[in-house]
């Protein structure tokens, strides 16, 4: 039991990942469910939903990375992401390389990709550094669409079928093991990574960059380091969605991408590593509820013969869980799940 | 010779719609430092307001126009006081992130109930406001756009030097602290600039509708647009809205025309990242901006 307060001693306690034994089972207990139960008892649509959820929530760490740890908005991880799939994409196709070689080549590609963009950000901050990652994805999702030597413009590529160590990878199944063994991974990276001197630095020049500077951190070659990590999780994730999916063409890479990631990381909770998989989970399950209930009330009675449209109630109900996440609890889910925690915790004496 | 006169009149005429519907944006961030994402759905409320009044309820032109004017002015006061005010002294990351959220919920709203279908205004234009001379060619529209822009442009100028409200704006853009100290009501300084900046871009709406047609994806992209628009103008500068949008415009149709169409729309943020990296506080804004 925790009783109320900091009674820590050591800087050991200090940095550790899990503070009792109660949280580190049940973490062991949700990853062997994960392992063993959902794949065989989720239908494939389900197992669907798992791995874009997985996927996204790769994504999402990487830029909770930039934005949440470093303090630097970026508003191009759509595209960043888009990098990376194609990156993945011609890799495979252009060089035969191994699937297992595409993803984390792909990812070092976005990475760079990532850090050429992210040279602004040596002399701007803030706002100017937000509209400069703004026309960044534009730049890219320009190049995406007509560099057609290399990305095929609006045709697209196809992917030869994944395999994996020689074994084929087919359907949905397979690809839920690979992503998340994948997510577990990056997951481990970037808890560890904040413990490091890395991490530390960053969250030294989110907190104030000119005392960071003042403490001998070399901020752009931090900031810098920052872009290019969270790029190469947008990029690994995007190659592995390329896989996933098969055929990629550069439409969805747009900053309305982008724009979801953010609000993931703000739902789910800035300078959170679960909370970027809260977010990831809690927008994609809005996005597959709402495009539920638009099916169901398309085809219900009342709609249907009356004019109004009712898809782009999707787009309301987005705009609106941002909205009220900011007003009510910008520190979003990772806190609300907090709070609920403690007040397990402490119950009956919760305050 | 012919085909540059023609770009040349083209990308006037663009440029200053740009730089009209800059105006709003900069008037926000002025007063109150928000970078306003949600200002093309903004701009796309006044065209429908005005679609509404005009083609739903046939009100008489004039009326119709003044009528959408005071329904941006409110929506503006209301968007300040519901969303915007309980977040003043938040993290920049909130406020740019809620008028994201506040574009997808007005977007969404319009599609709701407009779709997403083309609307045209009635004609009603009279005929002399263009001009038909040899090569050059202006449409009515463009001749009214520039009286509206211009009318706009010195009333809003006499407002901030003259009024006794323009002059508190001019303050708390000048220093909000020492504004709060010598007595000017901040707060409905913020909520008053939403509302003349909601004014101008339903106004720029409606003048983008009366030219293109009314469509929520098109008005909304200018939103977009804006930006490279106020960095090059700089982005506490309103004449340099207007400025920075006429160059885009010029540019973005020259590059149209002479060097190739599909490049035209991402020009204007290649310039962009340019002037970010060179001079970030554009060519009239103030040179306050923090270095790293």
Redesign the interface.
Known sequence: MHPCGNFRERYQQELSVFTTDFGRIWTGIGILLLITLVPLSASPYMLYIFNMIGITAIAVIGLNIL?GFTGQ?SLGHGAFFGVGAYAGAIFSTALHLPMLLCIPAAGLTTALVGMIFG??????????L???T???Q??IE?VLI?WESLTKGTMGITLPPASLLGLSLRGDLGFYYLIFISLAGMVWIAVNLIRTRYGRAFIAIRDN?RAAEGMGIP??RYKLLSFGISSFYAGFAGALWAFYMGSITAEPFN?GLS?EY??MV?IGG?GSISGSIFGAVFITLLNEALRFMTGLLMNSDLFSTSE????????????????LF??LE?RGLAELWRIIRSNFRLWPFSY | MDFFIQLLVGGLSVGFLYGLSAMGFVMIFKSSSVLNFAHGELIAIGAYFFLAFVTWAKIPILLSFLLALAGCFLLGILIERIFLRPLIGEPLIFVVMLTVGLAAMFKGLILFIWGGNLFTYPDFLPKALGIDWKIIRIPPVYGATLIIGTLFLILFGLFFKFSSQGIYMRSVADNQRAALSLGVHVKRVFALSWAIAALVAGMSGMVLGIINGVNVHDLSGIGLKVFPVVILGGLDSIGGAIIGGIIIGLLETFTGGYISPSLRDVVPYIVLVLILLLKPYGLFGLKEIERV
């Open positions: 934005i908005i040279i602004p950000s040596g002399r701007l901050k803030g706002l100017y937000t509209i400069a703004l026309a960044g534009f730049i320009y007509h960059d901020i752009f900053l724009v953010i609000a703000i800035l109004l449209n009712i898809a782009p109630l999707r787009e309301f109900v987005f705009g609106l869980a941002i909205v900011i007003l910008p």
